[in-house]
């Protein structure tokens, strides 16, 4: 079977919102009176609003009962909203445009396959939303990478054969994800962290509509 349709994670694969999310989650942090490294933050990428929260809370050594871990991610994500608001074109990450220009002019179909809830307002704001034929975000699945809920909805949404489909992730879950969905993965970022993916590459300035097709 060959490549009919590409599915992008956002964060990490087309923009970097992870910046945001770590500045966002950082004055949550402080406000509560303590932090977390850089290296702590790594564990946050790809994962839902929810699991990194109770994540952070632990670093912390805090707890708190539900209804007022959820006061504390509406209060995070109006901080995050705040900063991608404030996103233009020129965030998104090199290699993006020329890859998706390609693949729509050969029609190869193309999805978005991420767990934010916010993805449609980066897309709108970063002008990238034209490009997709089908959009599954954290509003759509609610279950996490690595199950593969997302990815197989967005093979649904556009009427192809999950085998048929490619998936670009930063995240190892992400990865793992897109293998469970029986799909190819690439992944963007390190070798050490994304192994299992057929291919990884440090940006998406390594990938053509070529090297897409000898995966098959
Ligand atoms: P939100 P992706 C993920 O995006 C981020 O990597 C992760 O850090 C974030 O917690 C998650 O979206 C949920 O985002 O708070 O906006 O709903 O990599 O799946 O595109
Ligand atoms: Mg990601």
Redesign the pocket.
């Known amino acids: 079977m060959g490549l009919e349709a590409c599915l992008f994670?956002?964060?990490?694969v087309l923009v970097d919102t992870?910046k945001y999310?770590y500045l966002a989650w950082k004055q949550l942090a402080n406000s509560l009176g303590f932090d977390f490294s850089e290296e702590e933050n790594e564990q946050?990428?790809?994962?839902?609003?929810v699991e990194?929260l109770r994540k952070i809370l632990a670093w912390g050594g805090v707890d708190f009962p539900q209804e007022r871990q959820d006061e504390l991610a509406v209060l995070k994500?109006g901080w995050?909203v705040e900063m991608i608001s404030e996103m233009t074109a020129n965030e998104v990450l090199p290699g993006s445009i020329k890859l998706l220009e390609e693949l729509k002019s050969n029609h190869i179909k193309i999805g978005l396959g991420?767990?934010?809830?916010?993805?449609k307002l980066i897309l709108d704001n970063t002008g990238l939303t034209p490009y997709f034929d089908a959009l599954v975000d954290?509003n759509i699945v609610n279950k996490s990478k690595p199950d593969p809920a997302v990815f197989l909805k967005g093979a649904e949404l556009l009427n192809v054969d999950p085998k048929s489909c490619v998936v670009f992730e930063d995240?190892s879950a992400g990865v793992e994800a897109a293998l469970r969905a029986e799909m190819k993965a690439i992944g963007i970022g390190a070798e050490k962290d994304l192994g299992k993916a057929h291919l990884v590459v440090s940006d998406l300035t390594h990938i053509d509509l070529k090297t897409i097709q000898n995966l098959f």
């Not at 946050?44 to 609003?49: D, F, T, V």
């Open positions: 994670d956002l964060d990490g992870a999310h946050l990428k790809g994962i839902s609003r990194s994500n995050y991420s767990a934010s809830k916010n993805a954290g995240a």
